[in-house]
């Protein structure tokens, strides 16, 4: 059972626009939403998270928004630049749970120069 | 780097063969993971290890028997494979289970043939 549901799959943008990647979950009790970054050859890397006593983190060009009433949290990468061209994934747990993450499919994005 | 390393970072076994994969973390880290990594599917997580203690199996098939001798080591003994075993196995690690960021290994690419 898929606790978090990513789209899209894939994610085609230009070089300077906006990357949009949502996510939505279930469980009320999430309560810490990370988001990995991957690219080929390599394992996820954390690129930003929130925990839902806010609505949106910022960090550079890489934003999360957080809506907590719809469940659902998203990211946005703000001038999409080529090198922003990896695989995405989104994630949630409950803290202290000692359950792991949740992850999401994943969201191949492609930033055309 | 990530302080997690694996190895071999490229296996390719025969299906009535025997073989381990290796992850070592470098940070003081008291949780461990295995996770699976296919083609077009979301991350599996297979095994989790708190303090050397394994806390989650995802319902993984006895061809694959996970070894944690110490918080540092994490190990992945590989039996009798099928195909379908193909895939990109990553380990990871944190400092506790939830709540927390995992720091991932670059992963290796196992062939089944």
């Known amino acids: 059972q898929q606790q978090v549901k990513q789209s899209p799959q894939s994610l085609i943008v230009q070089k300077g626009g906006i990357s949009i990647i949502n996510c939505a979950y279930e469980?009320?009790?999430?309560?810490?939403f990370p988001w990995y970054q991957q690219f080929p050859g390599k394992g996820p890397a954390l690129l930003i998270a929130i925990r839902p006593d806010v609505s949106e983190k910022k960090e550079g060009r890489f934003t999360i928004s957080f809506n907590k009433s719809a469940k659902q949290f998203s990211l946005h990468i703000m001038d999409s630049q080529p090198g922003d061209s990896a695989t995405y994934f989104c994630?949630?747990?409950?803290?202290?749970?000692?359950?792991?993450?949740?992850f999401g499919k994943g969201t191949s994005l492609l930033v055309t120069p | 780097e990530t302080g997690v390393t694996q190895t071999p970072r490229h296996l390719v076994m025969g299906m009535t063969n025997k073989k381990s994969l290796k992850c070592e973390q470098h940070?003081?880290?008291?949780?461990m993971y295995w996770y699976k990594q296919s083609a077009k599917k979301p991350l599996e997580l297979m095994f989790v290890?708190?303090?050397?203690?394994?806390?989650e199996n995802n319902s993984v098939p006895s061809r694959f028997s996970p070894e944690c001798p110490n918080s540092s080591h994490l190990f992945l003994h590989l039996h009798t494979l099928q195909p379908e075993d193909s895939a990109l196995y990553l380990c990871?690690?944190?400092?506790?289970?939830?709540?927390?960021?995992?720091?991932f290994g670059p992963g290796t690419r196992l062939t089944v043939t």
């Open positions: 994630a949630a747990s409950i803290s202290n749970s000692g359950y792991a993450l949740n």
């Open positions: 290890y708190n303090f050397k203690e394994q806390t």
């Open positions: 469980n009320t009790a999430f309560d810490y």
């Open positions: 940070l003081g880290h008291n949780a």
């Open positions: 990871a690690s944190s400092p506790g289970l939830a709540g927390y960021e995992q720091y």
